[in-house]
């Protein structure tokens, strides 16, 4: 996987291992394994790093979780932190959930919404959280069309009305989730210029260097003309 993103022009990874009730990634786990990969990558002296991330599925105890150290936040310092909805549905705490995570100092990044099944039925939903200040973050093989077309018109919607802030790989493998960011960026570049594509990647630098960064004001996609389009 390593050769495979160097062969994509990725230089910096941050691994976010799932954290949820199948896969139960604890803090201390994931900086030990990425610190074995890094030295791997020193031994052969191959041009990318790997920094400690976590993917976490969201649930009521989160919060106390991460004050036990068990999770971490985006690069393992920074005070981003990746949030995951199960696919089927939006937990109807989330929104409080958001809001206490904000409190702690924490910047919350909803991954792959354009994936969940309630906000595919309802992209209001997701207009709520980024105006709420939750960040969003869609998947490069959901812009390829890995996912279908469906998933690939909601991404360019997102995009088009300001709603996600970041493009990752997600990538599991390098055969059915590989990690496509070469040509999700080309996609992008094509449909929407060199500006908007060199504006998620400049977004994801500034997570790993814990930075703020400018947002576009969100808007609301229409609903209407968007569900004709299927």
Known sequence: ???SAIDEGITTITATPHHNPQFNNESPLILKKVKEVQNII???QLPIEVL???E???YGDLLKEFSEGKLLTAAGTSSYILIEFPSNHVPAYAKELFYNIQLEGLQPILVH???NSGIIENPDILFDFIEQGVLSQITASSVTGHFG???QKLSFKMIENHLTHFVASDAHNVTSRAFKMKEAFEIIEDSYGSDVSRMFQNNAESVILNESFYQEKPTKIKTKKFLGLF
């Open 42 to 44: 020193d031994e052969h």
């Open 1 to 3: 996987m390593l050769k």
């Open 52 to 54: 400690p991330g976590q």
């Open 149 to 151: 077309k469906k998933i």
């Open 113 to 115: 919404p354009e994936r």
């Open 56 to 58: 976490v599925r969201i």
